[in-house]
C-alpha cells in the first residue's frame, strides 16, 4: 500500500476535523446568539460558515481523488473503500492513526448535529413566540357593536388590525 497516499489521506482528514471543530464553537455561539436575540452577529457567523462550507468542498474533493487512486490499488470501486478496510491493509502505526482520524471527525460532526437541533429548536420557539406576540398585537380588544336582521344585538366580534398574516 503506498503510505504517501495514506498520509495524505490522514493530512486531509485532520483538516477536515478542524474545519468540524470549528462549526463547532460557532455552533456554541450560535446557541447564545440565539437566545441573547442578536441577530447580526447570527449574520456574520453565517457568512463565515459559508466560507468554511467552500473549504470543506476543496478537501473533499482532494479526499475523494486520494481514495479513487487507493481504491485501484485495491482493486475496487471508490464507494466500497472504507476506513475499516484501509486499515487492515496497513501497518498497525499509519492504522491508528487513520482510525484517530475518524474518531475524531464522528466526535465533531456527533457534537455539531446535537447543536444544530438545539439551535433549531430555540429558533422554532423564537418563532412561535414571535408569532403570538404578533396575534396579541394584531388583535383588538374592542367589540363591534351591531344589530342583527331580527333586530336583536349581534354577538360582538373581535377585529383584526391586519387582514392577512404574512
Same mark, same amino acid.
Given at each position: 500500500m503506498d503510505t504517501g497516499?495514506? #498520509?495524505?489521506?490522514?493530512?486531509?482528514?485532520? #483538516?477536515?476535523?478542524? !474545519?468540524? %471543530?470549528?462549526f463547532l464553537k460557532l455552533s456554541n455561539s450560535k446557541t447564545d446568539l440565539i437566545t441573547n436575540g442578536n441577530v447580526s452577529e447570527? %449574520? $456574520?457567523i453565517v457568512k463565515i460558515e459559508q466560507s468554511l462550507i467552500i473549504k470543506i468542498a476543496k478537501l473533499e474533493d482532494q479526499r475523494e #481523488? !486520494?481514495? %479513487? $487512486?487507493l481504491s485501484s490499488v485495491l482493486g475496487r470501486k471508490p464507494e466500497e473503500v472504507t476506513i475499516s478496510e484501509l486499515s487492515s491493509c496497513l501497518g498497525e502505526k499509519?492504522?491508528?492513526?487513520? #482510525?484517530?482520524?475518524?474518531e475524531k471527525i464522528l466526535k465533531s460532526i456527533n457534537g455539531l448535529k446535537s447543536n444544530n437541533e438545539l439551535n433549531s429548536k430555540l429558533i422554532k420557539n423564537s418563532l412561535e413566540y414571535i408569532d403570538f $406576540?404578533?396575534?396579541m398585537m394584531t388583535t383588538v380588544g374592542t367589540v363591534t357593536n351591531s344589530y342583527g336582521s331580527s333586530g336583536n344585538a349581534d354577538e360582538g366580534k373581535k377585529r383584526n388590525l391586519f387582514d392577512v398574516k404574512l
Open positions: 497516499l495514506i #498520509k495524505e489521506l490522514t493530512d486531509i482528514l485532520n #483538516k477536515e476535523n478542524d !474545519i468540524y %471543530e470549528t447570527l %449574520e $456574520s #481523488k !486520494i481514495v %479513487e $487512486s499509519e492504522a491508528m492513526e487513520l #482510525k484517530a482520524c475518524q $406576540s404578533i396575534n
